[in-house]
Nanobody, 129 residues
């Protein structure tokens, strides 16, 4: 059983920065994929970024590429999302999620899908005005 707890809720002005974090405990595996998703009112939960714990490979949604950086601590139990140059459209509830990584053949079309992850945190709110 995996437990995920996010922190780093905040409100900033456009152009500002925030760095939410997610701590994992319980049964975690070094070869998992750990991802950040976000969801705002009336929208689907969308994948923002993912890191493959085995080799540190990072993948980003086009909407955040160049502004957000996903990272994992050396113990591979704390996930971060450094968010810079924030825009109002970045507002929403941010969730971390973990599970076995999709196969290489499927990775590009599965990493950002909610259904690819079976373990979720409770989310942390980000507001950009």
């Amino acid at each position: 059983h995996v437990q995920l707890v996010e922190s780093g809720e905040g409100s900033v002005q456009a152009g500002g920065s925030l760095r939410p974090s997610c701590t994992a405990s319980g049964d975690t595996y070094g070869s998992w994929c750990m991802a950040w998703f976000r969801q705002s009112a009336g929208t689907e939960r969308e994948g923002v970024a993912v890191i493959e714990a085995a080799d540190g490979t990072k993948t980003y949604a086009q909407s955040v590429k160049g502004r957000f950086t996903i990272s994992l601590n050396d113990a591979k139990n704390t996930l971060y999302l450094q968010m810079s140059s924030l825009k109002p459209e970045d507002s929403g509830r941010y969730y971390c999620a973990v599970d076995w990584c999709p196969s290489a053949a499927d990775f590009g079309r599965k990493w950002y899908r909610r259904t690819s992850y079976g373990h979720w945190g409770q989310g942390t709110q980000v507001t950009v005005s």
